[in-house]
């Protein structure tokens, strides 16, 4: 089991306010420029298309560093008590600001305070309303409403662990989703036949299919395993703009609240090839008898994954390492303009960002302890 988490790991697994550009006169480019390089804005056939260069280019007026300080960290008794989680697989945050942690090995949501201290605590093995075989995901809801997909179900929950509400999920395949404030779900699935395909689809609040917003092709060759498939990731804005990309390209598409494609933000980089440093971590929790299976790419996809803000800053989790080898992370402002960059140490997966607070999930730290860890957000 643990092998396979770490594989979904791999293949699964952060904002700058600034003056709206909009389009040059007649439709033509509006750019940023430092250093050399541009930011180009325009309208092609009634979208606008951002594109940008390899490096941030940070906006006239606007900040162009972001300084993380931590300012909470729950999982670890101070007082040397027994650790708080178990297997950490989700952290969600509400408009409140509880936290909400979903234990994938404990089977239990913990639901705290801003403060850290513990408020809520819900969820055991089984199949009942407050049951579960195998939580995989969790998001919460602005409203306070955590949703937990398991193997066959999407269940909704109050803050106190209420079970208000159950969809069956065994038709959809679904692995991860979003939720806008109409209730519409945004979910992957996988579509077996001739080809393997990766589909993005919009459901109603009863997950009855509505339209399939984008497809992709998983490769596949026999007695091969590639640890790093291609993958959607979504996120929906606080005015329901649906936001999303697969890891196979750089490149974010903007829908409305109506479902339109307004926006496509696109940005260059270097290819990052896999190193003999990553080729042993992944190979390393390999059992041996399938070593010989796993297939790396010749270069990692363009990301790894993306989270995003209520208002539409984006945050990316390149393949790409500063010098004391902690991931670099692109930050696109609500324009879709890339700013600014910054690093976390790789154990850290940052999950949301509320209230200019970046919350990540660490699976384990030096002690091998699961944490949730808080940072305060400031822009220079």
């Not at 992944?282 to 297939?295: E, F, K, W, Y």
Request: net charge neutral; proline share 8%; glycine share 10%.
């Amino acid at each position: 089991m643990r092998v396979m988490r770490c594989l979904l790991v791999i293949g699964i697994c952060t904002w700058l306010a600034a003056a709206s550009p909009g389009a040059g006169p007649g439709g033509g480019p509006s750019k940023g420029e430092t250093a050399g390089q541009k930011i180009d804005v325009r309208k092609e056939g009634g979208i606008t298309v951002v594109r940008n260069p390899k490096s941030p280019v940070p906006q006239p007026g606007g900040p162009s560093k972001l300084i993380l300080t931590q300012d909470l960290v729950i999982g670890k008794d101070p007082t040397g008590g027994p650790d708080l989680f178990a297997e950490l697989r989700s952290v969600g945050v509400d408009g409140q600001e509880n936290i909400w942690t979903l234990d994938w090995e404990d089977i239990k949501v913990r639901v705290f305070d801003k403060m850290g201290k513990l408020i809520s605590t819900f969820g055991k093995k089984g199949q009942g309303p407050r049951e579960w075989e195998n939580p995989s995901r969790m998001i919460v809801l602005p409203n306070g409403t955590g949703v937990i997909l398991d193997l066959n179900k999407l269940t909704f929950y109050g803050l106190d662990g209420t079970c208000l509400k159950e969809i069956s999920t065994a038709k959809t395949r679904m692995t991860r989703f979003r939720i806008d404030s109409k209730g519409l779900i945004f979910g992957d699935q996988l579509a077996f036949g001739e080809k393997f395909l990766l589909k993005l689809i919009k459901h109603d609040p009863e997950l009855k299919p509505l339209a399939t917003l984008a497809e992709v092709e998983q490769p596949f060759k026999p007695g091969e395993v590639n640890p790093i498939p291609f993958l959607f990731f979504c996120h929906v804005t606080a005015d329901d703009r649906l936001i999303w990309m697969t890891n196979s390209k750089y490149e974010f598409h903007v829908l409305s609240p109506e479902g339109k494609l307004v926006r496509r933000i696109v940005k260059d980089y270097d290819p990052v090839k896999p190193t003999q440093a990553d080729r042993d971590r992944i190979l390393g929790d390999t059992p041996a008898g399938m070593r010989s299976q796993i297939v790396l790419p010749d270069a990692f996809p363009p990301v790894f994954f993306f989270i995003g803000d209520p208002d539409g800053r984006l945050y990316v989790q390149t393949y790409e390492t500063d010098s004391p080898g902690r991931l670099i992370y692109d930050v696109f402002d609500t324009e879709g303009r890339c700013v600014t960059r910054f690093s976390l140490p790789r154990e850290e997966m940052p999950f949301v960002v509320r209230k200019d607070k970046l919350y990540v999930l660490i699976t384990e730290n030096e002690e091998g302890i699961p944490l949730v860890k808080r940072y305060a957000m400031a822009w220079k």
